[in-house]
T-cell receptor, first 117, second 110 residues
């Protein structure tokens, strides 16, 4: 299957700082990328959908000014958590959709664990 | 997207087949059934997907009932490394994302 990478794999930061997470599709071009968040013992929750070259679409309840998404190329999307607070501590997972014939398949990165102190 | 229902947990003996059921009684004609799994502290891993025919790949088999209201993911010879949460997702071709339910926590025991 296709490979999606994330960097960093984990990050610890102080409250009030900003953190940038990168998501790359390594062997395919992804016109659409997705960002999910997962709290302990819960399922993944979709935060936003980003299309290359256009603004991201955020799910209800997700603050677009706090979670800045940039999808500048067909292989790279970034999520910046601005002014992070302890409640933003979570497992952030990106996903990229690979066009494959009539039915695209979505592949996921390994995730980034964020701890805000 | 059609809602799916999965048992919260299942056990399986190592070396035996693991059969994970999923109900999707409100599935519509253009919606596919996808299966992913998530091993602890990792991102979800794509397993298989299908529309109406049974599908098989190197990881698993997907059996979809004729009325498409339910499906079963089969891991033919489960190993300890197959212990994970398995998610069944129904998604239409024009829908833009995968939305996850609670999934089934499969525990493979020696």
């Amino acid at each position: 299957g296709a490979v999606v990478s994330q960097h960093p794999s984990w990050v610890i930061c102080k409250s009030g700082t900003s953190v940038k997470i990168e998501c790359r599709s390594l062997d395919f071009q992804a016109t659409t990328m997705f960002w999910y968040r997962q709290f302990p013992k819960q399922s993944l929750m979709l935060m936003a959908t980003s299309n290359e070259g256009s603004k991201a679409t955020y799910e209800q309840g997700v603050e677009k000014d706090k979670f800045l998404i940039n999808h500048a190329s067909l292989t790279l999307s970034t999520l910046t958590v601005t002014s992070a607070h302890p409640e933003d501590s979570s497992f952030y997972i990106c996903s990229a959709r690979e066009p494959r014939g009539r039915q695209e398949t979505q592949y996921f990165g390994p995730g980034t664990r964020l701890l805000v102190l | 997207d059609a809602k799916t229902t999965q048992p919260p947990s299942m056990d399986c003996a190592e070396g035996r087949a693991a059969n994970l059921p999923c109900n999707h009684s409100t599935i519509s004609g253009n919606e596919y059934v996808y299966w992913y799994r998530q091993i602890h502290s990792q991102g979800p891993q794509y397993i298989i997907h299908g529309l109406k025919n049974n599908e098989t790949n190197e990881m698993a088999s997907l059996i979809i009932t004729e009325d498409r209201k339910s499906s079963t993911l089969i891991l033919p010879h489960a190993t300890l490394r197959d212990t994970a949460v398995y998610y069944c997702i129904v998604r239409g071709r024009n829908n833009n994302d995968m939305r996850f339910g609670a999934g089934t926590r499969l525990t493979v025991k020696p």
